[in-house]
């Protein structure tokens, strides 16, 4: 892998990123919280369990900070940065224990019943015509899931915003193999989007005019980008949304084509982990996906 943030690459440098992903997913299924504040809390410290803020840990769970914690650093939305205490730096007045969900340090996490894959594909549509993606399907090969191209010349695709439909111009577009179930055709969305916003495209300039759209994807030189590179960042991306929803999903039996000679090929997490949080945060910002997005503390 490479990285160019210093959270990340600390994390790699201390091989700590299996530790980063169980944790990440874990913290994304339970609070919603980002992949990548995560990434921050591990890189913060080492063997951390089930964080939260103090207003969360008093309103929600009846619990107090600990004289003395010290608290730990995120980046909060809207705001330059939030503290968060592990369940380890609080307590209860009372004396009541800490739910059983609560890891009280890494090696505690536990493990999820995996839920049924059900996530709807017609709303997922509506969704990348919101933000710009044009979406149809083709009957493809069997092993094909889909594609994610740059048109030249662009399409029309109706989005809806405040209250009524528009018709937007848009150089993005997915196409999905039809034969495929429903939650086949859902996990090849996962992936396409992942090399759209981790920027494997060029970008659209048209969509720029809609301030309301929000793609957010990195500006990279794709000049020296190979196949093998942005086969492992998009199918991550999809991994981690997969995971961040609550649904087991192997990535390994589709990333063991794109090895290189047996090994994995230099790309970059940080930029599947920025992707992954993006289409989450579309789907919960999207009323009739928002269910898929579990937020329980």
Known sequence: MKFSNPVILYIERNNMINDFISYSVYMRFLTGLSY??????????????????????????????????????????????????????????????????????????????????????????????????????????ERAGGIMEYCEVPVFVKAYHNKEYASIQTHYAMVVNSRKS?????????????????????????LKKYSWIDLSISKRDRANFTTEQKEYEAETACMLIMKGLGYEYDRSKYLDGYLVNGV????????????????????????????YIPNIA
Not at 120 to 140: A, C, F, P, Q, W
Not at 190 to 198: A, D, Q, T, V, Y
């Open 36 to 141: 990548f504040n995560s990434a921050v809390l591990v890189a913060q410290r080492r063997g951390i369990g089930f964080a939260a803020s103090e207003a969360t840990w008093k309103n929600r769970f009846g619990r107090e900070i600990k004289p003395g914690a010290n608290p730990l650093v995120i980046i909060k939305p809207f705001a330059p940065i939030d503290l968060f205490f592990e369940a380890s730096d609080t307590y209860s007045p009372k004396g009541d224990s800490l739910p059983s969900w609560i890891a009280e340090d890494s090696s505690h996490i536990p493990d999820f019943p995996c839920r049924p894959f059900g996530v709807n594909i017609d709303s997922i549509i509506k969704m990348l015509n919101n933000h710009g993606v044009y979406y149809d399907e083709r009957g493809m090969g």
């Open 182 to 206: 429903s939650e086949e055709k859902a996990a090849a969305v996962f992936h396409e989007i992942g090399h759209l916003l981790c920027g494997h495209l060029p970008q659209d300039e048209t």
């Open 264 to 291: 994995e090929p230099q790309y970059d997490l940080e930029m599947s982990i920025a992707a992954a949080d993006q289409f989450l945060r579309w789907m919960k910002g999207d009323s009739e996906l928002l269910h």
